[in-house]
């Protein structure tokens, strides 16, 4: 956004200083003058979100992690989002008054990143499952590049400039084609036996660019080995992206997913809450096999109790603190939540584990076949 109205301010100067007479009587071509007032602003624009870049990999690279690779992808796409931004304020400078120029390109900025992120234009963060795609990202910044280009043939006359100005429409064509019919950021191949695995009684498995994340894992996968009994642990959780099935769906299409194969867990920005509750959520759900229990009879006061065995299990696995995620919830549900919270932090793990027991096994008993 900020580049995008920098760019519009650059490119009416000539109409705030007037300059329009002396670029015109200029023995230089046009474009060329224009090409290194539009070169200096792409290249001062640059430098803070290269420098940037610069840092981030240098601190980076002093170990060389696993994932180091999928940076320089995310980096040439923030270089496209850039030219992008100048792009269009360099339109908004040369096509409308410089009063308005700088706003206009900003605010024109800020919507359409905020239209296409509906398409997942921003890119806040790399998780290990996703990369960026180089065939689009290469169409991408060839399409902004030829965009660019077209900008030099737009002299400082306005009357030149009206009848040039069609030149921007079918130059911009192919730039919104891409940005609509493909997605530089997509799924990355499944890594196949290339996984960490933290064994247990549950073995946590994740891409070997979350390795950092062991230690808390590791944790978790000891808490999980103290569950009492009647909690049933599924052999083993992925981390999102690792193993996906093909799994047939009502309307008789195959569909490749997470639905027949491993339950899941995703690490959001390295909160252990986000994983806690994945890891918690598979191991109730292998407790209570949908195929073997009858819900249709559940109660109010039952359900609640769910609930709470649920944000307990979540807790206990975390290990201690409060949730850092906020939810709109029912009341009733956020409640139920909180008694369960409450119990984890406060009770003996012995007793804990009492209550925990009593509740899966009276639960299990009311609704559930019995286990074999």
Known sequence: MVGAGAAAWVASAPKRH???????????????????????????????YLIGQAVAFAATARTFPPGVHLWLGYALRGIFVVLLSITLG???????????????????????????????????????????????????LASVLVLLLVMLWLPASHALRRRRTLLLVPAAIPLAVVLT???????????????????????????????????????????????????????????????????????????????????????????????????????????????????????SSDRERFWVIGSWLEAYLVGQGSPDYHTNAPAEMQQAWSRGREIAGGDPLSDQFQWADEEVNDLHGRYCEPRR
């Not at 007479?21 to 539009?38: G, K, S």
């Open 90 to 140: 360099w339109a908004c400078g040369k096509l409308l008054g410089s009063v308005f120029a700088a706003l206009t390109a900003a605010m024109g900025f800020l919507f359409l990143i905020t239209l296409l992120d509906m398409s997942g234009f921003v890119v806040v963060s790399g998780p290990p499952e996703r990369t960026v795609d180089p065939g689009p990202l290469a169409l991408l």
């Open 181 to 299: 019919v493909t997605s530089a950021v997509t799924d990355r191949e499944q890594p196949g036996d290339n996984v960490i695995c933290v064994e247990g009684s549950t073995a946590l498995c994740i891409w070997p660019e979350h390795e950092k994340y062991l230690p808390p894992l590791r944790d978790v996968s000891a808490r999980v080995d103290l569950l009492p009994e009647s909690f049933v642990r599924p052999p083993l959780i992925n981390e999102v992206g690792i193993k996906k099935t093909w799994f047939l769906w009502p309307d008789g299409q195959w569909r490749l997913g997470y639905e027949t194969g491993p339950p899941i867990f995703t690490i959001l920005e390295g909160s252990p809450w986000s994983y806690a509750g994945a890891i918690g959520t598979a191991i109730t759900s292998s407790t209570f096999d949908f195929d073997a229990c009858d819900w249709t009879d559940l109660s």
């Open 18 to 48: 007037r300059v329009t007479e002396q670029l015109t009587a200029a023995r230089v071509h046009p474009a060329r003058l224009e090409a290194n007032r539009l070169g200096a602003t792409v290249v001062v624009l640059l430098i803070p």
